[in-house]
């Protein structure tokens, strides 16, 4: 394991002359000095009040305040009370492609010593550190930076660690006595052991904590949400120490993310006016205390172990009858869905993600009715399937096609349901019949979208918004016979009022080449 020691030093200046000069303001906003040419320039033709200046600068993002730092003096000197550091690899500009981590290390620690030399004593309001892709970034450095970035005044606070690292690091709880946590409104921390005790101080101003890859116990955990009587935002995930969750009596909790605890098996809340719900891991004990009423908006996503739909079905209403938007994902679900247990009475948005159905190949899309049933307020149900593929029990191939699965013909009426929409839609006879079912039950319906392609609702627009997502060959072919199946056994049964759209693979539907 290597050490690496850098000596803290102040920035190198930019030399004299137009070429040397632009070429490193452009490359390097993070060496800067005073004594260029085009600072000379640019100074002459600044006459504004010295307070004015800094407020301009601390208006930059961070890159444009460096720049300026280096092109003028006046911004030199204001550059050590920029108050908003966000310091990684991408702002840093640094080589990913370093050949190894040693060199990209110490590239990380020359870089950012220097800025944190400038700003010793004067504090920011908002510090991020991300420390990836640095697996050999001895703690020792994180500690100096971190004992200059946490004064009195900071507001926001980030540490990112790189989770597979060579030394795990423990967060300097000291840190946080009373006079600098009094002030921290947004606090975040990631791959990183975190044990706070007694030397914590009140958080009274913080309104939003986020622990990601954190080692914490439950006690300890507890305990500083204890000090946290203004916490409105919780975000959770990762936290494997934890077999048990409790969560305070927040008075002012709202938001309440947990997700993918390798252990857990219970959640408790007693934060009275929890809102919205969000967990991802395996169906759970879960108790929400007195926000039990209040709870309104759901999100439930299993994607290592089945059957999230028959938990729902069993115990959601139970846990937050009141919900008005309920999200629900399931890897597979090994058995059909059963009778709702209970009714979700304000329960206005449904939206249900199958991710995997080749691992469900006799599941009866009609049993979903189940959750319409107990739905009356319902207005959207939208039901997603992950990866289309081909299914055994497609309605062209079984014998009396037309007819309505008598298991799941309900006496109920769905007259508040507006729009409905099914992705991924294929020829499966239980999903003819959930359609139809719909039809024939919901003279308020406006709007049903059968989708055969993964969701044209759902393109790929952090890449391109016009770009369609991926179809293997067997899905393109089951499309086909998806939109056979519609015009046979559900376009004449579609009221004059009622807005059918059906959704097929289009010219820009990539082909899954592993297939």
Request: with cysteine; proline share 6%.
């Amino acid at each position: 394991m290597e050490i690496l020691e850098v000596p803290v030093q102040a920035p190198p200046r930019i030399g004299n002359g137009p070429s040397s000069s632009a070429t490193e303001i452009n490359n390097s906003p993070w060496q800067y000095g005073d004594d260029s040419q085009s600072a000379s320039i640019v100074e002459s033709k600044m006459q504004l009040p010295q307070d004015i200046l800094h407020h301009i600068h601390a208006l930059m993002p961070m890159q444009d305040a460096a720049r300026a730092a280096c092109a003028s003096r006046c911004f030199l000197r204001s550059w050590r009370f920029y108050p908003r550091l966000n310091l990684n690899v991408d702002t840093l500009r640094i080589d990913k492609n370093t050949p190894t981590d040693v060199e990209l290390t110490r590239d990380f620690i020359s870089r950012v010593d220097p800025i944190m030399l400038n700003h010793a004593g004067t504090g920011v309001n908002m510090f991020k550190l991300t420390t990836h892709p640095c697996f050999s970034l001895h703690p020792s450095y994180v500690d100096r930076w971190l004992q200059i970035a946490v004064a009195p005044g900071i507001k926001e606070f980030e540490l990112e660690m790189t989770r597979v690292s060579k030394m795990d690091y423990d967060f300097p709880c000291s840190l946080l006595s009373r006079e600098r946590a009094s002030s921290i409104q947004s606090f975040l921390l990631g791959g990183c052991s975190f044990h706070p005790g007694i030397q914590i101080g009140q958080m009274s101003s913080l309104t939003s904590l986020r622990l990601r890859s954190v080692k914490i116990t439950e006690e300890e955990l507890c305990g500083f949400l204890s000090q946290s009587c203004a916490l409105q935002r919780l975000l959770l995930s990762n936290c494997h120490n934890i077999v048990v969750l409790k969560i305070p009596h927040l008075l002012e909790l709202n938001y309440l993310e947990v997700l993918n605890f390798r252990i857990l098996e219970v959640i408790e809340s007693s934060a009275p006016k929890l809102s919205t719900f969000i967990y991802v891991g395996p169906p759970i004990q879960i108790s929400l205390g007195e926000a039990l009423l209040q709870v309104k908006k759901m999100q439930m996503i299993c994607h290592r172990n089945p059957d999230m739909l028959h938990y729902g079905s069993k115990k959601l209403s139970s846990i937050a009858p009141n919900i008005q938007k309920l999200y629900l994902s399931t890897r597979n679900e090994t058995v059909n869905t059963p009778k709702a247990l209970g009714k979700f009475l304000q329960l206005k948005c449904l939206e249900i993600l199958l991710l995997t159905p080749d691992l469900s190949p006799g599941y009866d899309f009609c049993s979903l009715v189940s959750f319409i049933d107990a739905s009356p307020a319902l207005e959207t149900f939208i039901l997603r399937i992950e990866r289309p593929a081909k299914r055994h029990d497609s309605i062209l191939e079984v014998m009396n096609g037309d007819s309505m699965h008598p298991m799941y013909v309900s006496e109920y009426r769905h007259d508040n349901l507006k729009n409905m929409m099914i992705t991924g839609f294929c020829s499966a006879k239980s999903m003819i019949d959930l359609t139809n079912h719909i039809l024939e039950k919901t003279q308020s319906l406006e709007y049903l979208t059968l989708d055969t392609t993964r969701g044209y609702d759902r393109r790929n627009d952090k890449i391109d918004p016009c770009q369609c997502l991926e179809m293997s060959k067997e899905a393109l072919l089951e499309a086909e016979r998806a939109r056979l199946a519609i015009r046979i056994y559900v376009e004449g049964r579609v009221p004059s009022n009622v807005n059918l759209k059906v959704i097929e693979p289009c010219s820009n539907c990539h082909t899954d080449t592993r297939s």
